[in-house]
Structures are given as C-alpha cells and as structure tokens.
C-alpha cells in the first residue's frame, strides 16, 4: 500500500516514517510539511491507498484538506489534540492516532487500514463482475451479503451496520466504503450515517423513513434531494 505522510513537525514525520519501514505491506511514497505540497503528488498520482494526516496545521488543517480530495482516500489522523477525534470519525477516517504514537498502536492502525484496502479491492472487482453481493469480514469471516436483501446501511462510530432482511451485520469498515460501493445500485443516503435500499421503504413521514420496523432519519440538509429521487416520476397525484 503506497502512503503519504502529512505532518508540519519533522520529529513527528521521522518517527512515521521509521513505523511505515518497519510494516512490509507499507511503501512509503512521499512525506510533506503541509497538504498544499502534497496534494501536487496526489493529482499527479492515482496509486496512493493511504494518508496519516496530521489536523492541526498552519494554513489548511488536515480536516478541511481531507474534505477537499475528489475522490477521498483512507486516512489515518495524526494529533496531539484527542478532542479532535470525534470530528475524524464523522470524516469517516480509518483511525485517529494520539501523539506520541506507539509502533503498537500505529500497527494496529496499518492492519486496519490493510484490511480496508482488501476488501475495497475484492468489493471492486465482485462489483465488475457481479453486482449482486459483495463480502463484509464479520465475526471473524469473510461473509457474503446480497445485494437484494440489504435494507440499509447505518454507521457506528468506526464499525458499520449492516441490516439486510433476515439478520444485522457489524464490520469494522467506514461508512464511506459502503456508501461509495453502494451508490448507483439503488440506494440512496438519507443522513451522514444512513443509506437506505429505496425499494424497501414502506412508508414516509416527516423526517423519517419506514423499512419493515425501522425507522430511518432523514437530515435537513439531504431531505430535498432524497424527496425528489424518490418520488419523481413515482408520485401519483389527483
């Protein structure tokens, strides 16, 4: 997996980089001071898999350098500041270290963000040949979900839940990798933490979607949208 270190401190980039040595399934690709720097590298390649970003930085903070990607990848947040965290994970980041970072606790972080990058690969390649089931890794195995039979997708902090029609799933992906797999294939994100199968709503009220005995949010900000995919051409009137 190619990576790239984003950090301003030196000490802080040295000893990452002296960790990404030591893990054989990392390659380092490059190391910057600020992600103006790195995003050059990042536009002139496309086989980058991973980021440890740093968040506080002068200039752009790694938060809103994550948003600015297109399309985002994987990253592992880097701070002395654990407040941040929360923000990380609503960013859908792989993980978020705390300096001083422990090889311990970055090898962790690393098997995790390898692990991610398995199963994105298999989902693509099941997903050109076959789009009707992808695999999670829950309960220790490497479980196959078909496609028809999922009602919605719901995430959990750093796991996410998937509930198709007989049983619910917890894996430990981000939201992100479900939704950018999911789209297209008829389903359709209510909130930062649903995506929903639309053709199992059963009914709608307010700012809440029915799917068997669930009941789904839909946020303000997305309810305009989802309003018309769902009902355009679909809403039969007097």
Same mark, same amino acid.
């Given at each position: $997996?190619?990576? =790239?270190?984003?950090? #301003?401190? +030196?000490? /802080?980039?040295?000893?990452?980089?002296?960790?990404?040595?030591?893990?054989?399934?990392?390659?380092?690709?490059?190391?910057?001071?600020? +992600?103006?720097?790195?995003?050059?590298?990042?536009?002139?390649?496309?086989?980058? %898999?991973?980021?440890?970003?740093?968040? !506080? $930085? +002068?200039?752009?903070?790694?938060?809103?350098?994550?948003?600015?990607?297109?399309?985002?990848?994987?990253?592992?947040?880097?701070?002395?500041?654990?407040?941040? /965290?929360?923000?990380?994970?609503? =960013?859908? /980041?792989? #993980?978020? *270290?705390?300096?001083?970072?422990?090889?311990?606790?970055?090898?962790?972080?690393?098997?995790?963000?390898?692990?991610? %990058?398995? *199963?994105?690969?298999?989902?693509?390649?099941?997903?050109?040949?076959?789009?009707?089931?992808?695999?999670?890794?829950?309960?220790?195995?490497?479980?196959?979900?078909? =496609?028809?039979?999922? *009602?919605?997708?719901?995430?959990? !902090?750093? @796991? &996410? &839940?998937? !509930?198709?029609?007989?049983?619910?799933?917890?894996?430990?992906?981000?939201?992100?990798?479900?939704?950018?797999? *999911?789209?297209?294939?008829?389903?359709?994100?209510? %909130?930062?933490? @649903?995506?929903?199968?639309?053709?199992?709503?059963?009914?709608?009220?307010?700012?809440?979607?029915?799917?068997?005995?669930?009941?789904?949010? &839909?946020?303000?900000?997305?309810?305009?949208? &989802? $309003?018309?995919?769902?009902?355009?051409?679909?809403?039969?009137?007097?």
């Amino acid at each position: $997996m190619n990576c =790239l270190i984003i950090d #301003d401190e +030196p000490l /802080a980039r040295k000893g990452l980089k002296e960790y990404v040595e030591e893990v054989d399934f990392l390659s380092l690709a490059g190391e910057f001071d600020n +992600p103006l720097k790195a995003s050059e590298e990042l536009s002139r390649r496309q086989d980058i %898999h991973l980021l440890f970003l740093d968040i !506080q $930085m +002068p200039k752009i903070s790694g938060l809103d350098f994550f948003r600015s990607i297109k399309p985002s990848i994987p990253v592992i947040f880097t701070t002395a500041y654990p407040q941040y /965290a929360l923000d990380g994970f609503e =960013l859908n /980041a792989l #993980d978020y *270290l705390v300096k001083p970072v422990s090889f311990e606790r970055f090898y962790k972080a690393a098997l995790r963000a390898k692990e991610y %990058h398995e *199963l994105r690969e298999k989902n693509a390649a099941e997903h050109i040949s076959n789009s009707d089931y992808f695999f999670i890794k829950a309960d220790n195995k490497l479980v196959k979900i078909q =496609l028809k039979e999922v *009602l919605f997708a719901e995430a959990l !902090q750093n @796991y &996410v &839940v998937i !509930q198709t029609i007989n049983k619910k799933f917890v894996t430990y992906l981000t939201f992100k990798a479900v939704e950018e797999y *999911l789209s297209g294939s008829g389903f359709l994100k209510t %909130h930062k933490s @649903y995506i929903i199968a639309a053709d199992k709503i059963d009914s709608i009220e307010g700012n809440n979607i029915r799917i068997g005995t669930h009941d789904i949010p &839909v946020s303000r900000n997305l309810k305009d949208e &989802v $309003m018309e995919k769902l009902l355009k051409g679909k809403f039969l009137k007097r």
